[in-house]
């Protein structure tokens, strides 16, 4: 089961599914202010999903904040080196708040246990369909080895050529 990724009518970029139980708003262009806030809104009412994550930048940051968003990170210069971009969440029940608390230190606890886990959220990562596709559109995978040529460190860095940056993710 994997999400979907959607284009709205005036260009904005959307990952949507089950999978993730979220919206992840990819990329937001200025025609879609502020209609694209009760897109989002809509389509977690449909679906009835747990959360909706967004990458914006500061021009957005006031309307998605108006309509119950919260800061999770922000990077300075993320766009051309010049153009702030802020990660912010809605979420839309307290169990998936507490959830992800809960789930991250779960996680760090089996980590530091000697369990890495299985779990690729956000994407598919585990799926050689989805790698081959994301390397043929803009995704570059790094990894790093040790003597015995076994992986000890595995990432990707999703570029963005219009905006003359890359996100690092998927440690």
């Known amino acids: 089961m994997r999400d979907e990724i959607v284009k709205t009518d005036k260009g904005s970029v959307l990952q949507h599914g089950k999978y993730n139980d979220r919206i992840f708003l990819m990329k937001i ?3 879609d ?3 694209i806030i009760e897109v989002l809104n809509e389509l977690a009412r449909k679906n009835n999903y747990g959360k909706i994550f967004a990458r914006i930048p500061l021009w957005a940051l006031p309307l ?3 309509d119950g968003y919260i800061t999770e990170a ?3 210069g993320f766009i051309r080196g010049k153009e702030d971009i802020y ?3 809605k979420f839309l029940n307290s169990d998936r708040l507490l959830g992800i608390e809960t789930e991250m230190l779960t996680k760090l606890s089996n980590f530091l246990l000697g369990d890495k886990g299985e779990k690729t959220y956000p994407f598919p990562i585990h799926d050689p369909d989805f790698i081959r596709k994301s390397m043929r559109v803009n995704t570059r995978y790094f990894d790093i080895k040790n003597k015995k040529n076994e992986y000890i460190a595995v990432s990707s860095a999703e570029i963005e050529p219009d905006n003359l940056s890359a996100e690092m993710t998927d440690f």
């Open 29 to 31: 262009v200025d025609k």
């Open 74 to 76: 922000h990077i300075p």
């Open 64 to 66: 998605f904040k108006a």
């Open 33 to 35: 202010i502020p209609g």
């Open 87 to 89: 990660f912010v969440s």
